[in-house]
């Protein structure tokens, strides 16, 4: 008896290597498989906006990213000590105008460049519902704490997000024909807008996606699917029972892995994963003999890595073996 749906993974005929850049935008779903990959040393820019929920957001951020248009003082507003970005995560925040209008613009920068040179750009989608700033009549990518009153939430409809990204995509291609774009759901619960809202959030969300995927516009990657169905049980959610546990993210890599990489590229992963160990590895006796030659064991293999893959940076796995041993050579 099978005690779960398995989730059919269809492998894409475009791969993710450690040569191509990877843009990841959209909710904390996707800086966790953005730092997966980070930590894989692919490549990546993870949400240059910060984490972002609702495809309206999405849009306006990466319409920004095209133009390349700075941000201005007017743009922002000031609360509670704060400046704020209503297109921002409050990561970008800042008690000075100035320090805030910094932060965003060199970020804008580089990741408007990046856009125009990535060959993936995977979209999570969160929420269907967005929030509308009355003052502005703009939707917002976070409420920065400010009254309920002040805004106005709506829920998006299937055809508000297919009309909008059917146009985006067009852009999008103008500055890089190239890039494939990938869309995920979330699989992170938004409780807030209630189970039913919450329910009717995803479902919108999916049959949009599924409309721009029919077009020929962009694959999926069925996230949100291995969740619900493969992952059925509160023991893959963590403690606050709304976000995917680190165990359930680490599966859903895998069947990300399964859809997306080769097995050149899984074989670098698997070699860089047993790096990551050994520096992970407890230390309980770091005077004994046996850590002189784990270190030095490590360090072969980096160097070996090194020669293999010299487009990849191993400064820092470098530097914590070599520092080992020399805490045991001071001995």
């Not at 003082?73 to 000031?78: A, R």
Request: aromatic share 12%; glycine share 4%.
């Amino acid at each position: 008896m099978k005690w779960y749906t398995p989730v059919d993974i269809i492998p894409s005929v475009h791969k993710v290597d450690h040569t191509v850049p990877v843009m990841m935008m959209g909710s904390c779903f996707a800086e966790s498989i953005g730092e997966k990959l980070a930590g894989l040393k692919f490549e990546v820019d993870i949400n240059p906006f910060g984490i972002l929920f609702n495809p309206s957001s999405i849009k306006l951020c990466i319409e920004r990213l095209i133009k390349g248009q700075k941000f201005v003082k007017e743009e922002l507003i000031e609360h509670n000590y704060l400046w704020h970005s209503m297109l921002h995560h409050s990561r970008f925040s800042s008690m000075e105008a100035e320090t805030t209008l910094l932060n965003i613009n060199e970020r804008l920068a580089f990741s408007s460049s990046f856009l125009r040179k990535a060959r993936f750009l995977f979209i999570t989608f969160g929420t269907a519902w967005i929030y509308i700033y009355k003052k502005t009549g703009q939707v917002v990518a976070n409420c920065h704490k400010l009254p309920a009153s002040v805004f106005e939430r709506r829920l998006l409809s299937p055809e508000d997000i297919v009309a909008d990204y059917r146009k985006l995509i067009g852009e999008i291609k103008k500055i890089n024909p190239a890039v494939q774009i990938i869309f995920t759901v979330s699989p992170v619960r938004h409780l807030k807008d209630t189970a039913a809202g919450n329910n009717l959030s995803k479902s919108t969300l999916i049959v949009a996606v599924h409309r721009l995927c029919e077009e020929g516009l962009a694959t999926y990657f069925p996230a949100y699917e291995i969740m619900l169905d493969e992952l059925r049980d509160y023991r893959f959610y963590a403690d606050d029972a709304v976000h995917p546990s680190e165990a359930a993210v680490d599966y859903i890599f895998e069947k990300f892995s399964t859809a997306y990489f080769d097995e050149h590229t899984k074989s670098i992963n698997k070699a860089l994963q047993e790096i990551q160990a050994g520096m992970s590895h407890k230390i309980e006796f770091p005077g004994h003999p046996s850590i002189r030659s784990f270190a030095s064991g490590m360090l072969e293999r980096i160097h070996k890595l090194e020669r293999d893959y010299p487009a990849l940076n191993f400064e820092k796995e470098k530097k914590y073996f070599e520092d080992l041993l020399h805490s045991i050579r001071q001995k």
